[in-house]
């Protein structure tokens, strides 16, 4: 669960939560405010536990003390665990002065040292990624794209899963699957078995343990193995933040009555809350966290009002599009509500897919990009390498290719178009920028030049767009590739949305290079 960024975040539940009633100070145009009255009964209760929530972030240590600060937030979290994460570390960064990337499952927490400055705590259960720090492209990236994913060094290939699809990826060509079972639990030994359209079987097994690569450079929260027609795969993996919080983020109002004045909770999608209740001068503001694991509930900790740090707690449950709660845990001390605490959720974004509510959200330039007079040296050892792991000769094969970020990662893709040009096209190969190196990522089959970048994206690609005879076709990045076949392709009508960036601006290249 991405939470967090900002510690504190505006809460104003402070009048309607207490377990007190609350006047404010008479004048002609105030209304006296109360809130709910209590039960007599005084009852004990220990605050929630919401297992696997996600993290990824910064991790530091300093004095033997582990420190964590999330994508985008300035805030830095005290780190309690029992986990290996000290072994992990020291084995991945050899300078304890230099901070690594991680991504993690764990739990935020009221603090229970009484004598800390730090309001809440943070538990680190399972690690899923660690690697030296790079954030502003690790962040960057969206982990709520996929259900799991995994990959290899020697031989090369990577998988991803998705609902209940498996896409399957080595240097030599790109699979879908389909899942027979797509249920994977992170926290067991995994065996699923899927089959494509030609009956061919991929069998996987995961298993959380501990996974290095990159010369112990990476580390990775699960062993997978598959078993395919083209031999069997080792490698690490790690688990996607398919969360079902998601929906939870957004504003809510409890309409203002004779006895209360107006309230407004955000719920942000970084889980931060903002509650804040009346207007100045007599205006009430809590700040805390929100978390979730299930789709039918939310918890809501608040941890400070003002200067002052508190623990307040409220277990939420969902109903359409309204929250409602019945009681307030303060201190460990549950008060029930006279009348339950709704609100109704407002300015709702309805209608966004999937696919679109993930998107990473990019500025252009228009650009009009063309191949480069010179020979790409770095492409031509790529497809060298392409031809040699399809044991396929290229002779006398020629390319011309051109560069550009395709899935906003800060690292140029090569693009790749062969001389086996017809009528209904070029042959093109997309090459991933990945560690300063070229990994293959698709073969497309004719396609006609320009292409325009457009605006959409699937899985953080965006998609291309070809026109040939007036007609457009639309490449969507699949998770893992483009389609290899155009043909099967419908046209799109209108033309897709572009960002202004065109490829091989000048249409099919008229200087062509020697891949021997």
């Known amino acids: 669960?991405?939470?967090?960024?900002?510690?504190?975040?505006?809460?104003?539940?402070?009048?309607?939560?207490?377990?007190?009633?609350?006047?404010?100070?008479?004048?002609?145009?105030?209304?006296?405010?109360?809130?709910?009255?209590?039960?007599?009964?005084?009852?004990?209760?220990?605050?929630?536990?919401?297992?696997?929530?996600?993290?990824?972030?910064?991790?530091?240590?300093?004095?033997?003390?582990?420190?964590?600060?999330?994508?985008?937030?300035?805030?830095?979290?005290?780190?309690?665990?029992?986990?290996e994460l000290a072994t992990i570390y020291k084995k991945i960064s050899n300078n304890t002065q230099q901070p690594v990337y991680i991504e993690f499952a764990g739990e935020i927490n009221f603090t229970t040292n009484k004598r800390s400055k730090d309001l809440v705590q943070l538990r680190v259960d399972r690690i899923h990624h660690m690697a030296l720090a790079q954030s502003s492209l690790q962040c960057a990236k969206p982990l709520n794209t996929f259900r799991f994913k995994a990959k290899g060094e020697d031989p090369y290939w990577r998988i991803n899963m998705h609902d209940n699809q498996l896409f399957f990826a080595t240097k030599a060509s790109n699979q879908s699957y389909l899942l027979g079972n797509a249920n994977f639990e992170a926290t067991q030994i995994n065996h699923l078995k899927s089959s494509n359209d030609e009956g061919q079987q991929l069998a996987l097994h995961i298993q959380p343990g501990h996974c290095y690569m990159s010369d112990d450079k990476e580390y990775w929260g699960y062993i997978t193995e598959a078993e395919t027609v083209y031999g069997h795969f080792s490698g690490c993996g790690q688990p996607g933040w398919l969360e079902t919080s998601a929906s939870f983020a957004g504003y809510y109002l409890k309409a203002a009555t004779n006895q209360s004045p107006e309230v407004n909770l955000t719920l942000n999608e970084n889980h931060s809350v903002e509650y804040v209740q009346g207007n100045e001068p007599y205006q009430i503001i809590k700040t805390g966290y929100w978390k979730s694991n299930t789709p039918d509930s939310v918890v809501v900790m608040l941890t400070q009002q003002n200067d002052q740090s508190i623990q307040e707690e409220i277990i939420f449950k969902q109903s359409g599009l309204s929250i409602s709660?019945?009681?307030?845990?303060?201190?460990?001390?549950?008060?029930?509500?006279?009348?339950?605490?709704?609100?109704?959720?407002?300015?709702?974004?309805?209608?966004l897919s999937e696919e679109e509510a993930v998107q990473i959200t990019r500025q252009f330039n228009t650009q009009n990009i063309a191949p480069k007079i010179q020979i790409d040296t770095e492409v031509q050892a790529a497809l060298r390498q392409y031809f040699k792991i399809h044991r396929t000769d290229p002779k006398q094969t020629k390319f011309s290719s051109v560069r550009f970020d395709l899935n906003g990662d800060g690292?140029?893709?090569?693009?790749?178009?062969?001389?086996?040009?017809?009528?209904?096209?070029?042959?093109?190969?997309?090459?991933?920028?990945?560690?300063?190196?070229?990994?293959?990522?698709?073969?497309?089959?004719?396609?006609?030049?320009?292409?325009?970048?457009?605006?959409?994206?699937?899985?953080?690609?965006?998609?291309?767009?070809?026109?040939?005879?007036?007609?457009?076709?639309?490449l969507d990045f699949d998770g893992l590739s483009y389609p290899l076949q155009t043909h099967k392709i419908a046209n799109s009508e209108p033309k897709p949305e572009p960002t202004g960036v065109v490829l091989f601006s000048q249409g099919k290249p008229n200087k062509w290079f020697p891949i021997k």
Request: charged letters at 15%; glycine letters at 2%; aromatic letters at 12%.
């Open 1 to 83: 669960m991405r939470f967090f960024l900002s510690l504190l975040f505006t809460a104003s539940f402070a009048l309607i939560l207490s377990a007190c009633t609350i006047t404010q100070p008479q004048t002609q145009n105030t209304t006296q405010t109360t809130t709910p009255q209590s039960t007599q009964e005084v009852v004990h209760k220990a605050f929630s536990s919401i297992l696997e929530n996600s993290f990824r972030g910064k991790l530091t240590t300093q004095n033997d003390q582990f420190y964590f600060q999330a994508c985008a937030d300035d805030q830095q979290y005290t780190i309690v665990t029992d986990t």
């Open 411 to 474: 690292q140029d893709e090569a693009i790749a178009f062969l001389d086996w040009c017809s009528s209904t096209g070029c042959e093109m190969i997309v090459f991933e920028g990945k560690n300063d190196s070229l990994v293959f990522s698709s073969r497309i089959s004719r396609v006609y030049a320009p292409i325009t970048v457009a605006k959409s994206q699937h899985f953080s690609w965006q998609s291309l767009a070809s026109k040939n005879n007036q007609q457009w076709l639309q």
């Open 325 to 351: 709660s019945n009681a307030i845990n303060i201190s460990n001390i549950l008060t029930s509500f006279a009348t339950p605490l709704t609100f109704k959720k407002m300015n709702l974004q309805a209608g």
